[in-house]
């Protein structure tokens, strides 16, 4: 929050300056290709970052169309230029595809113009032909720079000048068919618009007991089909990379059938545009209809979702990649020398890495296709994709029983502590691995207030179908602890001859699981293995990065302040103060602050005091003085004791008085609420699965030899750890919590405190040390 230096992270602005600056450096940015939602939160980014240190920022219009043109295509940008922006899709710069930059002619051109404006630093934002295109323009560069001094349109000391060119590229596709990324900009979005068209047709589909068929897009690429179709529960999925056997018709067939047969009202079957079967030849939505009307005599509906995948508001995930990527665009550039290869900006499970751009381009995905190696195609697809596939296949097919090798061992799932969005996909995603695996799969409803009482019974493959768009928790939950019910449920342990547990809660889950463990020597039942996936919107829970349920809490914060915000556009400098949940953890109000683009936002990890509360006012003070005439300031409910939210609104009203106007607003309970968003659908069902692939490893260890599990690696807590998924033994995880305010004692987003308030215009250092380097990596996947 401070307007001066004090509170910056180690590398202060002064050296952050001096090792980086970008003073008589000019940095051009250009959107092609196609359109992606966040496509805009990139273009801010490289804009104010780029001037945050000292460089001109140049708009390049219509893609390379526009800077083949020239003239009024390249534009200086300003702070102002990119205000009001971040929740528009598409791209403000406009996009265009340009055979003319295909040509030699044509880049000789677009660098005679480039040159005009001193511009040697591109960011380009686009799929991988546009990046393509900017490395192969980078590589002759010195040529048409020699070119258009022998043509007297530019002069020796020019060429001498400008001799280099550095390119950073940022993947805007929806498609996410860029090797070498985990999500490109737009995906996340792009599955919030399936699935929000999914949950809609599931009404209707139920209503009237229909067949329907969605198609999707992504080229050539199935990723939006396979997520999409594991975050709705499809009954039937084709893909390009993945063609169905021989013999598929009649499969295909027998389970809608089977459907039917076990009262189920609806079947989704999803189509990529580009599926294809085992000899290449395109498998359409129509030709699925008809097979499914003639040998079924269904009603069948086929639904073509088109460009709406490309449109509406780019969700908050989008929102934060994209300005991330932008900001380690711009360092990217300032550190470049002519040395340094052009690079793509990429995530790499949370982390912002630097790949080499021709590296990632050559994975030819759509080669090993053509030549029919599909396994090859879905290993370069990465190791999410072919993540993604196997849960599908393991979720959505049942084998039948006589093939289910029995384990004759019990398992129980019970929620613990407030509802989160995904809990039920989670839920769903446990019950059948563990019934595919051979265990008999047991509920516990109400949390451990109903496992005390014996609220337990046993739960079935087909019980949990279509939990996995359904918010809070079916099961029931509740924030009970079992310290004062440890002899009842050791009854009830024993009773139902519990053989492992699987906890899916937030910090009271953790917190029950702490004492289940100390409680062992005590109660031998509990010496059996038990595993804890975190879900709860506050993300506070140690040994996790991220939570299932606080991406669906961020994106009702961001849609919330969206709305917010267009409310003032009629209303001339209006401060909004907001106050969002998280307990003493601050991640909703700093990543939403970063999502929404807001002037402050207050948390608890980040102590502040009345000067900076004071600095805040008059920032937001010269602020209205240009031509942005609206403030947004977030605060997190436990932020401090006394700088309450009635006392800021009330700071704020009386400093700003004859300014600015305020109003705040309290979110409260409806950040817990809502269909749980695409990513914790599929992050729950995904981690839930490898939960149970951990119990079931377990199980199998002690089998036939009545092994107690005593040893602290047979409690943990499953998470993402900066690139990894592990389980962490409970215990070890004690010496990393701060038990008296229920967080981490160390947390990940903190290094992306300094981004939100850069990008606010605040003087805020950001540390080099945490951006990205150059590094060979394989994207990440649960």
Not at 436 to 461: N, P, S
Not at 761 to 776: F, I, P
Request: one cysteine or more; glycine letters at 10%.
């Amino acid at each position: 929050m401070d307007a001066d230096d004090s509170r910056a992270p180690k590398g202060s602005l002064r050296k952050f300056l001096e090792h980086l600056s970008g003073a008589g450096k000019a940095i051009g940015v250009l959107t092609s290709g196609g359109d992606a939602q966040g496509m805009n939160a990139a273009v801010r980014a490289v804009v104010r970052m780029g001037i945050y240190v000292g460089a001109k920022v140049y708009f390049i219009y219509e893609g390379y169309q526009g800077m083949v043109d020239g003239g009024s295509n390249i534009a200086e940008a300003d702070w102002e230029s990119v205000s009001s922006i971040l929740q528009v899709g598409g791209t403000i710069i406009g996009s265009a595809r340009c055979q003319a930059f295909r040509t030699r002619e044509g880049r000789l051109k677009a660098a005679c113009n480039l040159l005009q404006r001193g511009i040697t630093n591109l960011c380009v934002i686009g799929g991988d032909g546009s990046l393509t295109g900017a490395n192969l323009f980078r590589k002759e560069w010195s040529g048409l720079l020699e070119e258009l001094a022998r043509n007297g349109q530019i002069d020796k000391e020019a060429v001498q000048k400008y001799a280099y060119l550095n390119v950073v590229g940022m993947v805007g596709s929806i498609d996410n068919d860029f090797c070498g990324t985990d999500m490109t900009i737009g995906t996340d979005s792009a599955l919030h618009r399936i699935i929000e068209v999914v949950d809609a047709i599931m009404t209707t589909a139920q209503s009237h007991q229909r067949t329907f068929v969605l198609e999707v897009m992504g080229r050539h690429c199935g990723y939006l089909a396979l997520v999409s179709a594991l975050a709705c529960g499809a009954d039937w999925v084709f893909l390009p990379e993945s063609p169905p056997e021989e013999g598929w018709e009649e499969q295909m067939c027998v389970k809608l059938s089977e459907n039917r047969a076990r009262k189920k009202r609806l079947n989704i079957i999803i189509v990529a545009e580009g599926a294809i079967d085992t000899q290449n030849k395109p498998i359409t939505s129509e030709k699925i209809k008809e097979l499914v009307v003639t040998q079924l005599g269904y009603d069948t509906r086929v639904t073509i979702l088109g460009h709406v995948q490309r449109g509406g508001t780019p969700s908050a995930f989008d929102r934060i990649l994209a300005s991330r990527m932008g900001v380690e665009a711009v360092i990217a550039l300032l550190e470049a020398t002519p040395d340094t290869p052009a690079c793509v900006v990429s995530l790499n499970g949370n982390h912002a890495v630097r790949l080499p751009l021709m590296e990632c381009v050559q994975m030819d995905v759509q080669k090993a296709m053509d030549e029919r190696r599909f396994q090859d195609a879905v290993r370069l697809r990465g190791r999410s994709f072919a993540g993604n596939l196997n849960t599908y296949k393991r979720l959505a097919i049942k084998l039948p029983d006589d093939q289910i090798p029995k384990t004759n061992c019990n398992v129980a799932v019970i929620n613990v502590g407030a509802p989160a969005a995904g809990m039920n996909a989670a839920v769903r995603s446990a019950v059948r691995v563990g019934i595919a695996d051979g265990h008999r799969m047991l509920a516990i409803y109400d949390g451990f207030d109903g496992f005390a009482k014996g609220q337990i019974k046993e739960i079935g493959w087909t019980d949990v179908g279509g939990w996995t768009g359904q918010g809070g928790s079916i099961l029931g939950t509740k924030r009970v602890l079992p310290g004062k019910y440890l002899e009842e449920i050791a009854t009830q342990m024993r009773t139902h001859s519990i053989n492992a547990l699987l906890i899916i809660g937030g910090f009271e889950a953790y917190l029950g699981l702490l004492e289940l463990s100390a409680a062992r020597e005590k109660h031998e039942e509990f010496c059996v293995p038990m595993v804890m996936v975190p879900a709860t919107v506050s993300n506070n829970v140690p040994g996790s990065d991220f939570s299932i349920g606080a991406d669906t809490a961020l994106n009702t914060i961001t849609d919330t302040c969206d709305r917010i915000k267009q409310s003032a556009s009629g209303t001339k400098r209006r401060v909004f103060i907001i106050e969002t949940m998280g307990g003493y953890c601050g991640y909703l109000a700093n990543m939403g602050g970063l999502a929404a683009g807001a002037d402050a936002a207050y948390i608890f990890e980040e102590p502040f005091d009345i000067r900076d509360l004071q600095s805040n006012v008059e920032h937001l003070t010269e602020k209205m003085k240009t031509t942005i005439q609206r403030g947004l300031v977030l605060r997190n409910e436990s932020c401090s004791e006394n700088y309450t939210t009635d006392f800021i609104y009330q700071l704020y009203s009386e400093e700003g008085k004859g300014v600015f106007d305020c109003r705040k607003n309290v979110l409260g309970h409806m950040q817990q609420g809502g269909a749980p968003s695409p990513f914790d659908r599929n992050f729950g069902t995904k981690i839930s699965a490898r939960a149970m692939e951990w119990i079931t490893a377990k199980l199998k260890e002690a089998r036939g030899r009545g092994k107690k599990f005593t040893t602290d690696d047979s409690i943990c807590v499953l998470g993402i750890s900066k690139r990894n998924v592990i389980f962490q033994p409970v215990a070890e995880l004690k010496k990393q919590t701060d038990f008296e305010h229920r967080i981490p004692k160390e947390q990940w987003w903190l290094k992306l405190r300094p981004l939100m308030k850069i990008l606010a215009k605040y003087k805020a250092s950001y540390d080099v040390s945490d951006s990205g380097q150059l590094e060979h990596v394989q994207p990440w996947s649960v």
